[in-house]
């Protein structure tokens, strides 16, 4: 799969080959939770974002206690785009799609996660309930999903076990963390999350 050599900024091919398989995936999560800057990390061309500023009248519904540098929200989403091995004609695109956060954008969700084969759930523990109806959403879809929370800084320790049970999730839901700026963590994380979609894919092809 992805090899370090992958990870130098801006190397992707010329083209993508015809073998490459294209993955949809989605990076869903709550408001303020580190969706679009992990697109932009891992993005190999510039990502793009339908980014809004914020005005006053989104003051009592967007929280911004926890992101106060926060001045843009995306609308509808984030896009990017990573190739895991340009040098590996057979490895994976990945065609990543953020979601908007907010409840009242729910309306655009189904246009974003059409065909998305994964997605990776944004949790940060200082307020995971922001996640919990993007996560409700991904169930609801069959979308599968790996839970990956970004470490904000002052955010509370809370063990893998109880953030598990917190969110009820299966024994096979990969729980990981990350730090999303990071473009080496922002890309392990994607690998984890190819490696679950896989995973499952070839366990419905045995059945
Ligand atoms: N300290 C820290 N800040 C982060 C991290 N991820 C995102 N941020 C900041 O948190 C704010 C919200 O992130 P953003 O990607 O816009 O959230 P979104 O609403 O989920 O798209 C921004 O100011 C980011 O710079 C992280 O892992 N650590
Ligand atoms: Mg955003």
Known sequence: MASATSRTPHSPPDYIPEAAPLLKLVVAGGFGVG?????????????LHTEQK????????DSLDHTPDKTTTTITM???????????????????FG???QTRFHNVWND???GARGAVLLLDLRRPQ????????????????IVAVNDFPGAPYVSDTTVREGLDLTETTPLIHCDARDRNSAIDTLIRLVQHVMTIYRQDAAR
């Not at 914020?54 to 519904?61: G, K, L, Q, R, W």
């Open 54 to 61: 914020m005005t006053t009248a989104s003051v009592p519904v």
């Open 78 to 96: 984030d896009f990017g785009r990573l190739t895991l091995d340009p040098a590996d004609p057979r490895a994976p695109v990945l065609y990543l």
């Open 35 to 47: 969706k679009t800057t992990l697109v932009q990390a891992v993005s190999e061309m510039r990502s």
């Open 112 to 114: 974003v996660t059409y």
């Open 130 to 145: 922001e996640s919990f109806e993007a996560m409700d959403l991904l169930e609801k879809s069959a979308i599968p999903y």
């Open 99 to 101: 979601t908007p956060g």
